[in-house]
């Protein structure tokens, strides 16, 4: 080779030869090596063996056997990869059937699980016996018959993946139609539709069966085998009129609707449905008529002219229907905009305008030119659900003389929010130069659009002096809802919180939180909103944020939080601990929170205990066990408590030092070791262990601090001197210097 490499050409040789020798693909492991690698104590080497068997196609046959052990492989990952080979060897993995049949009830590697893994250990194993193929067949029937359901739904899953080959499996899959368990009559339905044309005969038969169940199983099998089934369009339709269970007769019209041979009739089957008291009824009826194409547009008609009923109940449910068909719906506009109008507006007219889309705004639109203020209000109310593309409407609708309609327009744009961030220079301008009204709805929007604040603020601040109440209302919630409490005035902020607008009075709430013990005019008018369940938990936040001032909150606080549900306790002990030694009167809720098991409650137990208790000696003892809690979230409440001790807390820093090692209670234990204070060289000797290069530094300056009395870290401060990242070696250093310098002479 030395030789070879003699000269230019030598020289360019062997480097080619290097090269190529880099490149080359390192070899494959074999069948056998990987068999023996799939049975190794060691996890990461089961999974590479696992890994490695999938990649080798055919060729990893000979490992099929240690591969149905590794079924049984505790570590998910192991499973996962192993029968995913199984699958793809498909009827060459013949000799796992047994044991595939028998993990269809979930229990992967003979444990329970969470119903959510059992179910995705089933799927799974389902497909890889619908990859083997025929063989698999009969066994899968007689798991049909197994006492466990989900033996039973996963045999179903791998017949039905299996399609017409599994066509012997039709009489078993019939009988699970009536099954108690939802997840097997799915599966058999699903099963059924997947073999074909094969299971018509069968599943027609089963609509004369005793059982409810298995008459609604049959429909819905029907219904999934669709033009196949046409042949049963009678028999579903006789059964349909005979049938008095409401389940089975909304099965019936599913069905009707997925094989009828003729829309026009079925339709009008379906639309009388509509009308029917049954809510499983009604919804399978819209449900059908919505999910097939063919019955979409022959629906209109027939819906439509449910719109002028007399009974209100049958008029918003063919608004909901039509709502349901989206832009094929379009013909019904007119008797819709009709119907929307005679109430006012009401959601399930509203909603089923805006479902129907764009194509409607040019109508609502010409409605809104002609309409006088109350028929305006209800379009521009509607106009809100269409979102973004109603917005041109709206803003042709700002340009209008009409104050009303300029002010129900700027309302509706306020209502979509963000949707209508492009009408925001125009309701600029009207928010600067516009009637009074107008100004005001025109700020209220802009609010609700998270306008430009540097513009907003000062219209807002110059509304506060307007001598129309509605604009300085409007101004006082605008600058609630932007954060901008301490620009309130008392008197309006007492005002706005009894505003009859509910986004008014929370914006007012939030302010007043805002303004902290400033706020404290506003407490009493808080302490009965806290009655409001609409606003109570918005006033106990509110409460939280104003210290002292909200003590006189504090009784009726308790007596509605004793019983509550947690986040009421947890607001609850929030404020207490913002009113200090003076809030007594929760130590019981305190002292009950503190062992509570939940963390959204003992976390704020343990920072009120540590504010209102007056007795160190009953908190800290508290403290320094809960630094030893299980709950990472307590642990860290305890380490931010004690800080307020100073070096009171020194017990705590052995506990604080073991909370180093945890990479997200580091930063609070490490604060707290630094309000409290070390002077113990041993625990400083456990933080300079700490991989952490911010918590060695630390360790290091408090070394220095010590100086010649630290004597006994210097061998590990030199160690810290090399291969470590810079801060910590310039730290060490120093701390070394401090420690070694010589005595003063």
């Not at 059924?192 to 059982?211: F, N, S």
């Not at 194509?359 to 030119?369: G, T, W």
């Not at 299980?630 to 604080?656: C, H, I, S, T």
Request: aromatic share 2%.
């Amino acid at each position: 080779m030395a030789r070879a490499c003699r000269g230019l050409v030598g020289v360019l040789t062997c480097a080619i030869i290097a090269c190529a020798s880099l490149g080359a693909e390192e070899p494959k492991p074999s069948v056998e090596k990987l068999i023996a690698q799939l049975a190794a104590s060691e996890v990461g080497a089961r999974r590479e063996a696992a890994y490695q068997l999938g990649k080798m196609g055919v060729a990893a046959k000979p490992a099929v056997p240690a591969l149905i052990k590794a079924l049984q492989d505790q570590d998910k990952q192991v499973w996962t990869l192993s029968i995913s080979t199984l699958a793809d060897l498909g009827p060459e993995a013949r000799e796992a059937i047994p044991v595939l049949v028998e993990a269809l009830s979930g229990n992967r590697g003979g444990r329970g699980g969470r119903d959510r893994e059992r179910q995705q250990t089933m799927l799974r194993t389902a497909y890889a016996l619908s990859r083997i193929g025929a063989e698999a067949i009969p066994p899968l029937i007689a798991a049909l018959n197994s006492a466990d359901s989900s033996t039973r739904a996963g045999a179903a899953r791998a017949l039905g993946g299996l399609g017409a080959a599994a066509k012997e499996a039709i009489p078993a899959l019939t009988a699970n139609l009536g099954h108690a368990d939802i997840f097997v009559r799915e599966e058999s339905i699903a099963a059924l539709a997947q073999i074909g044309p094969a299971a018509v005969e069968p599943a027609r038969k089963a609509l004369t069966e005793k059982d409810p169940l298995q008459r609604a199983g049959a429909a819905l099998t029907l219904a999934r085998l669709g033009a196949s089934a046409q042949a049963a369009e009678s028999d579903v339709a006789t059964l349909l009129n005979s049938e008095k269970d409401s389940v089975v007769r909304a099965a019936t019209l599913t069905a009707l609707a997925k094989i009828s041979s003729d829309p026009a009739k079925t339709v009008l089957v379906l639309v009388a449905a509509v009308k029917d008291d049954s809510e499983p009824i009604r919804h399978a009826a819209i449900n059908a008529i919505a999910g097939t194409k063919t019955l979409r547009r022959p629906a209109v008609a027939p819906l439509a002219a449910l719109l002028k009923d007399d009974n209100l109940l049958t008029r918003q449910r063919a608004a909901h229907a039509l709502g349901r068909l989206g832009p094929d719906a379009l013909d019904a506009l007119p008797a819709l905009l009709h119907a929307t109008g005679a109430a006012q507006g009401e959601p399930p007219f509203a909603d089923a305008l805006a479902q129907i889309g764009p194509a409607a705004l040019p109508a609502l639109l010409a409605a809104l030119k002609e309409s006088d203020a109350k028929t305006s209000a209800w379009i521009l109310h509607a106009l809100r659900g269409f979102g973004a593309p109603a917005v041109p409407v709206l803003l042709e609708t700002l340009k209008q003389p009409n104050s009303a309609q300029r002010i129900a327009a700027a309302g509706a744009l306020g209502a979509m929010g963000r949707d209508a961030g492009s009408a925001a220079p125009v309701l600029f301008g009207l928010a600067e130069s516009a009637d009074a009204g107008t100004q005001a709805a025109a700020l209220r929007a802009l609010v609700a659009l998270s306008a430009d604040r540097a513009r907003l603020k000062p219209l807002l601040q110059a509304a506060l002096q307007n001598p129309a109440p509605d604009l300085r209302k409007a101004g006082n919630a605008g600058l609630a809802s932007i954060g901008e409490a301490a620009a309130l005035d008392q008197d309006g902020l007492l005002v706005l919180l009894g505003d009859d607008d509910p986004a008014a009075r929370l914006a007012a709430v939030q302010a007043a939180g805002q303004l902290g013990e400033k706020g404290a005019a506003a407490v009493p008018v808080l302490i009965a909103k806290l009655d409001d369940p609409t606003m109570q938990m918005a006033v106990f936040e509110a409460l939280g944020k104003m210290g002292v001032a909200s003590l006189p909150a504090l009784p009726r606080m308790l007596e509605i939080a004793q019983p509550g549900a947690n986040d009421i306790r947890a607001a609850t002990l929030i404020a207490a601990t913002g009113m200090g030694r003076g809030a007594t009167a929760a130590l019981p809720l305190i002292y009950g929170g503190v062992r509570d098991a939940s963390p959204e409650v003992r976390v704020p137990a343990l920072l009120a205990l540590a504010s209102v208790e007056s007795d160190e000696g009953k908190i800290l003892p508290v403290l320094f066990t809960t630094l030893k809690d299980e709950m990472g979230r307590a642990r860290r409440a305890a380490a931010q408590a004690l800080m307020r001790f100073g070096d009171r807390a020194r017990p705590a820093v052995p506990g604080l030092v073991a909370m180093l090692e945890r990479e997200n209670d580091r930063p609070v234990a490490l604060e707290a070791l630094k309000a409290i204070g070390m002077n113990e060289v041993p625990e400083l000797l456990k933080v300079l262990a700490v991989k952490d290069p911010k918590t060695r530094v630390f360790a290091c300056d408090t070394l220095a601090t010590l100086g010649p009395a630290a004597k006994d870290a210097a061998p590990r401060l030199r160690e810290l001197i090399n291969g470590q990242p810079p801060a910590v070696q310039e730290a060490a250093r120093a701390a070394l210097a401090k420690i070694e310098r010589p005595p003063a002479p």
